[in-house]
């Protein structure tokens, strides 16, 4: 039988400070389980749910690593989980009575019941205040379903405090309130200037939280964490706003979170951050990301306020300098546009610093485009914008080290490094010696492949006419759904991509038009109804008959969508199977013939290469779709893609 650790969320509630309790408890989810927040970062989503020690319930919040777990319904309502460890922590609103929020660090599953054990109950402020003036000391909890060992007491995990001490925090006198008071006075950091620098912590070191377990239901914590990126001060002026801010990237052994400061704490804060340095920091609130704005692999961010306290701390050994997730070049056609990845280059080309004025606005902007390869044989355009792209200067087969560079699409796979990112030149760990090693041994006499779509085509290139490699061709294969969300083809310039679908609809009433005979020529000729004969006025020639080519739409579907294509002559013959002569002759002597010809060739599954501009015709601008090139299904490759498609899920 399961045995809940009774009494423990009501012991919790007596706490008057946020709390790590790292003995088991062993508690049940009673209500249903709800995504946290709006997640819209790379990272795994975190949950909440009410547990229960049969006896009360208190809100708890399901850490993202154990996301997975919720996802299967491995963990669910009626779960009993064996926490084995958890902060407490406690909110409270004006005029409201305090919330106990349970935040779940690690746990295991027990089992999942069909019901809920007991009639557990909410707290109530008298339960609050019968807690609080109270013994604290833990009830045993069993260590295995159905058995219990004793555990440590709550004193014991507050590092043996004496028993006077103990009291004023939950109640006791006046003179033990005054001891631990004095006792606080004590611990308190020492600090000494250092200019306009943060202050430098000299005191004894303050209690560390991760800022893996960062989460806006904790709000007293305190991290250690490295700056390995801050930006400069920037400004905003919005109909409805404006002001400054500046950001720092923040990373420590459990991971990264960035942090922002506006208008009134620029001036402030922005002396106290040095990028490399590490820091004391706390009071800053904790919001859920806008992924938009930042490149950091964590689900939430800080906002600086004006309680947020920054101290320089010397002791930093043991904080990591920086925290890679380095993918190779020739994976990239995996992720789509806007996601963020870190990439390990050396550096082959640099192209002219140039000036561009943006879309939508008078504003101009320099970039800098450089080409970069690795290991993996592939070749990357890579774009710097603004003060990066203006003071680079770095020498030619240099490994560059980029973190937080976003993915485009525009002409295949393309890299730019927003004023988020960052690149560190020649870094000094093992992935950059490694690469640097196979660079001067093969690297620099290997023909690269591209993902390249522009007009030229080719083996490798995947370019405007031809497929490419599989690895050009899957960065580049689209759904329907992909062209209308991705607003393919709004640009000034054509894009390119491949498309997977079957032909439902081919409109018959005008295949084609009479062309030009003449050698390079396809210019529509027309009928001069005295000779019978037809004129080309590029050509100044009249032939005795045109040689007709084909120019028609028709509809393509795959199961998100569907949409128009345009094809010409060399398309046309290989979807109808038949010159446009031909088919032109067969319509003027025999209709169903002809409908049958178009009949047979419509629900027939093909891969086109496709190209997408934008056209405007009395002032209408729409994006047409032309099919460049058509190929029959390879149903091996197709088959082998899926499958590497399906492996990808798991």
């Known amino acids: 039988m399961v045995e809940l650790s009774a009494g423990e969320i009501l012991r919790f509630h007596g706490i008057e400070r946020n709390m790590t309790i790292s003995s088991p408890i062993v508690l049940q989810i009673v209500s249903p389980i709800q995504l946290l927040g709006s997640q819209t970062s790379n990272a795994s989503p975190s949950h909440r749910c009410m547990m229960s020690d049969g006896e009360h319930m208190s809100l708890a919040v399901i850490p993202s690593k154990l996301s997975p ?20 922590s406690k909110r409270a609103r004006a005029n409201e009575a305090p919330i106990l929020f349970i935040l779940i660090q690690d746990a295991e599953v027990v089992e999942t019941l069909s019901e809920r054990i007991g ?18 000391s833990f009830a045993s909890e069993p260590a295995a379903v159905g058995s219990a060992v004793p555990r440590p007491s709550y004193q014991q995990q507050q590092h043996q405090q004496p028993p006077q001490q103990q009291q004023s925090r939950f109640g006791g006198s006046a003179s033990s309130t005054s001891s631990f008071m004095n ?32 989460n806006p239901y904790h709000n007293k ?32 052994d459990s991971g990264e979170i960035r942090g922002t400061a506006f208008t009134q704490q620029v001036d402030k804060l922005f002396p106290l951050f040095e990028a490399g340095k590490v820091y004391y920091i706390s009071n800053a609130q904790v919001r859920m990301a806008k992924q938009q704005f930042s490149n950091v692999k964590n689900q939430y961010e800080l906002t600086f306020d004006d309680n ?5 701390c010397l002791e930093q050994g043991s904080v990591p300098q920086e925290q890679y997730d380095f993918i190779p070049l020739a994976s990239l056609g995996k992720f789509e546009k806007n996601h963020v990845v870190d990439v390990l280059v050396v550096l082959r080309e640099v192209a002219e610093l ?28 890579t774009t710097l914008w603004g003060t990066d792209a203006e003071t680079f200067n770095v020498s030619m087969e240099s490994v560059i080290a980029f973190k937080g560079v976003r993915v485009g699409d525009f002409g295949g796979r393309t890299l730019s490094l927003p ?76 894009e390119y991509f491949n498309l997977k679908g079957t032909i439902a609809f081919i409109r ?17 000729v027309t009928e001069d109804p005295s000779t019978g004969q037809w004129r080309c006025e590029k050509c100044e020639r009249s032939w005795p008959a045109p040689e007709y080519r084909y120019i028609f739409s028709f509809n393509v579907s795959d199961d998100t969508g569907q949409n128009w294509l345009q094809c010409f002559n060399e398309v046309g013959e290989v979807l109808l199977g038949a010159t446009a002569n031909e088919v032109i002759e067969l319509q003027r002597v025999n209709e169903v013939a002809f409908g049958q010809k178009i009949a047979d060739a419509t629900f027939k599954e093909y891969t086109f290469r496709c190209r997408a501009r934008s056209e405007t015709f009395n002032e209408v601008t729409r994006v047409r779709i032309s099919a460049v090139n058509v190929y029959p299904i390879d149903y091996v490759s197709e088959s082998a893609r899926l499958s590497r498609l399906i492996e990808s899920y798991n």
């Open 508 to 524: 018959s009433n005008n295949l084609a038009y009479p062309s030009c005979p003449g050698d390079n020529c396809s210019k529509k």
């Open 308 to 312: 947020t306290m920054v101290e320089q």
């Open 354 to 381: 140039t000036e561009i004025s943006m879309r939508n606005s008078d504003r101009k902007m320099t970039k800098r485009e450089l080409t970069v390869v690795d290991k993996s044989g592939f070749q990357v355009r």
């Open 69 to 88: 777990l919720v996802a299967d319904e491995t963990i669910t309502r009626f779960t009993v989980l064996r926490i084995t460890k958890c902060n407490v």
């Open 419 to 494: 004023s988020v990112g960052s690149m560190a030149v020649n870094p000094d760990i093992p992935e950059a010696h490694a690469l640097r090693g196979w660079y001067d041994a093969e690297g620099r006499n290997t023909n690269y492949e591209s993902f390249s779509r522009g007009a030229g085509g080719g083996a490798g290139g995947a370019g405007g006419g031809g497929i490419g490699s599989t690895e050009n061709f899957e960065a580049q294969l689209k759904t329907m759904a992909q062209v209308g969300a991705e607003n393919i083809g709004t640009t000034d310039a054509s």
């Open 221 to 252: 914590w305190t991290i250690r964490a490295r700056v390995t990126q801050k930006t400069g001060i920037k400004t905003w002026n919005k109909e409805t706003s404006q002001g400054r801010l500046f950001s720092v990237t923040l990373l420590d």
């Open 183 to 214: 006792r606080v006075d004590d611990i308190k950091p020492k600090y000494s200037g250092m200019g306009g620098s943060a202050p430098v912590h000299t005191g004894a070191p303050p209690a560390v939280h991760p800022i893996s377990d960062l």
């Open 119 to 136: 009639n557990p109950v909410k707290l109530t402020e008298q339960d609050s205040a019968e807690s609080a003036a109270g013994p604290q």
